[in-house]
């Protein structure tokens, strides 16, 4: 099959990879001009500046200039094409709703384009990333406006999550197709052949708005699942005495029907999907008015669990952050990525400073450019307590608290790396659960204070 990717971040451009893995001739496009040629260098560190995923960097340099081309002349490529993935930003507005400034100026660019095609074959498209429930029907208006013949709109949700994002996209849990009508299956069937009657892979076919849907309340379901640990399975284990919150969790997990996934309970859940979507779906059933309490409260425990460690540490541990140095380990929103959308870590920086720290030594293996850039002094004066550090140990040294904010393997079992850097009174704070040995740093006259435990303080 002929395609086309509409945006190539790290969506598009992980499915344009796949896509000419298996065999179809793909073309990705974007309006950005450093970025197509970047890609198109076949250069690691170009690459990767961009779009950093495993195994990425492999199928570009296999398939480019035989399967798979980048273009940032729509144009030229779009005759003869058979579907066109929309794989662009839609980030939120300030009252939650979905941004489509950038969807509809693309939109507007395919409409032009595929007006003025000489060829008659039918041309799906399809909308890839996250868009309200509705966005196909409204493409197809733009489509129609334009007088473009012979096309079909679809929604196609993607489920990738950042760092697996290849392996995702190759053995995906399931392909999710909406369309109208027969020939447009027909098309993405075609597109999707290695997916269709797989034994493992489930391949669900049904309408554009339910398509869209299903993305929305899969996120929301995740975040929701997430959000009822932290709020519920971790407040048990921080006011019951003598209940074991990671036995809770194996406990209750292993009933068949419930996830171990999401059941890590943690200072919150980050990254571009889970904040993004839920709000936008809050806002689309206000729309449609019907109550958003379930959701509302799902996003609000997430929100406050970013930083409630920091009250416990006041309220539980008698801890004053006033003129003191904490380091924050662990910026990004999770480990193995330098993205730090919605990361638990800007919220608990924001609130050590309006508690007046004196500094802040942070470090992070992979984000910390990425947090030179959003804590940037320019926009706040704040932000020059921030000190970055290339070592989880150094960043440790001359402090008198510690927060770990994310799940980077290296902070595990980090007890040995704190008792040779620093000396009580010491508090660490645990967002993440990472130091299963902590009752070695308390008998050493640590104050330990965990996500679902009670804090622990020297006798
Ligand atoms: C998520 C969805 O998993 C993916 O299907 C969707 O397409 C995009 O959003 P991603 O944003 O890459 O993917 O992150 P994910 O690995 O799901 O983690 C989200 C957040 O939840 C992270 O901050 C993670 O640390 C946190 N989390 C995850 C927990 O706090 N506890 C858990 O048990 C699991």
């Known amino acids: 099959m002929k395609i086309i990717i509409i945006g190539t971040g790290y969506v598009g451009l992980v499915h344009a990879a796949v896509c000419s893995e298996y065999g179809h001739e793909v073309n990705a496009y974007d309006i950005d001009r450093e970025k197509i040629e970047a890609f198109s260098s076949g250069q690691t560190e170009l690459i990767e500046k961009y779009v950093n995923e495993p195994g990425l960097v492999n199928i570009l340099r296999e398939t480019m200039g035989k399967s798979l081309f980048f273009s940032n002349d729509l144009g030229a490529i779009v005759e003869g094409t058979d ?21 509809d100026a693309a939109a507007e660019q395919i409409a032009e384009c595929l007006a003025k095609r000489k060829d008659s074959r039918r041309v799906v498209l399809v909308d890839k990333s996250t868009v309200p429930i509705g966005t196909a029907r409204h493409l197809q208006g733009i489509m129609a406006a334009h007088g473009v013949n012979n096309f079909g709109v679809a929604s196609n949700p993607e489920f990738l999550a ?96 419930i996830s171990t996934w999401g059941s890590f309970v943690s ?3 980050g990254g571009s999907c889970f904040g993004k979507d839920i709000a936008s779906l809050i806002y689309q059933l206000r729309q449609v008015n019907v109550s958003t309490k379930m959701l509302e409260a799902s996003f609000e425990v997430n929100e406050y669990q970013k930083v409630y460690l920091i009250d416990r540490a006041i309220t539980e541990a008698g801890f004053k952050f006033n003129n003191k ?47 030179r850039e959003v804590f940037d002094p320019s926009k706040n004066i704040l932000f020059e307590k921030i000190r970055y550090f290339d070592s989880a140990r150094k960043a440790v040294t001359d402090t008198q608290a510690l927060f770990i904010s994310s799940d980077c393997e290296e902070f595990r079992g980090f ?36 996500v679902g435990a009670m804090a622990i303080m020297p006798e």
Not at 86 to 92: G, Q, Y
């Open 162 to 257: 950042e760092g697996t994002a290849v392996v995702d996209a190759r053995r995906p849990d399931r392909v999710v197709v909406g369309c109208d009508v027969e020939e447009d299956f027909r098309i993405l069937r075609r597109v999707y052949s290695q997916f269709v009657n797989h034994v493992r892979i489930k391949y669900i076919e049904t309408t554009p708005e339910t398509a869209e849907a299903i993305k929305y309340l899969a996120n929301t379901m995740l975040l929701t699942y997430i959000s009822f640990w932290n709020g519920v399975g971790a407040k048990i284990g921080e006011k019951m005495p003598n209940v074991k919150i990671d036995d809770l969790r194996k406990g209750v997990t292993a009933d068949d029907r």
């Open 267 to 269: 200072n919150g859940a």
């Open 325 to 371: 140095t904490v380091a924050v380990l662990g910026l990004a929103f999770k480990k193995h990525t330098n993205d730090m959308r919605d990361a638990s870590s800007i919220k608990v920086i924001e609130s050590l400073l309006g508690k007046g720290v004196a500094a802040i030594h942070a470090y992070d293996p992979l984000a910390n450019d990425t947090a």
């Open 415 to 450: 007890s040995r790396t704190i008792e040779d850097s620093v000396k009580p009174p010491y508090l660490v704070m645990d967002g993440r659960r990472m130091i299963p040995d902590y009752d070695e740093l308390v008998a050493k006259k640590f104050s330990y204070l965990a």
């Open 83 to 103: 579907a066109i993935f929309m794989c662009l930003p839609t980030p939120s507005n300030a009252d939650g709703s979905t941004n489509l400034t950038f969807y």
